[in-house]
Nanobody, 115 residues
Framework: QVQLVESGGGLVQAGGSLRLSCTAS????????MGWYRQAPGKQREWVAT???????NYANSLKGRFTISRDNAKSTVYLQMNSLKPEDTAVYYC?????????WGQGTQVTVSE
């Protein structure tokens, strides 16, 4: 079993930045993709960004230019750099990993953006 541990969430003022990290509990060789999702209060979970094993990236259209996803394969870690944060970015952010045999989720990290 693989655990995904997220960190980096917190409280930030609008316009600020945060960097989220997500690390797998053990080294995974065949990672197809890693990504981030978020769920705001009262809303469905939505996709934020994905990075493939070949480091191709995709973003939700509304977040392009503000969020950047990256990964460190040696550390089985994925990052989400979030800039110019807005109050509407407030949500629980979840890490996701898809391997050749399973899909895993982190426990979530809270990001709160104040006015």
């Amino acid at each position: 079993q693989v655990q995904l541990v997220e960190s980096g969430g917190g409280l930030v003022q609008a316009g600020g930045s945060l960097r989220l990290s997500c690390t797998a509990s053990r080294t995974i060789v065949s990672i197809n993709a890693m990504g981030w999702y978020r769920q705001a209060p009262g809303k469905q979970r939505e996709w934020v960004a994905t990075i493939t094993g070949g480091s191709s990236t995709n973003y939700a259209n509304s977040l392009k230019g503000r969020f950047t996803i990256s990964r460190d394969n040696a550390k089985s870690t994925v990052y989400l750099q979030m800039n110019s944060l807005k109050p509407e970015d407030t949500a629980v952010y979840y890490c996701n990993m898809v391997t050749g045999w399973a899909e895993y989720w982190g426990q979530g990290t809270q990001v709160t953006v104040s006015e």
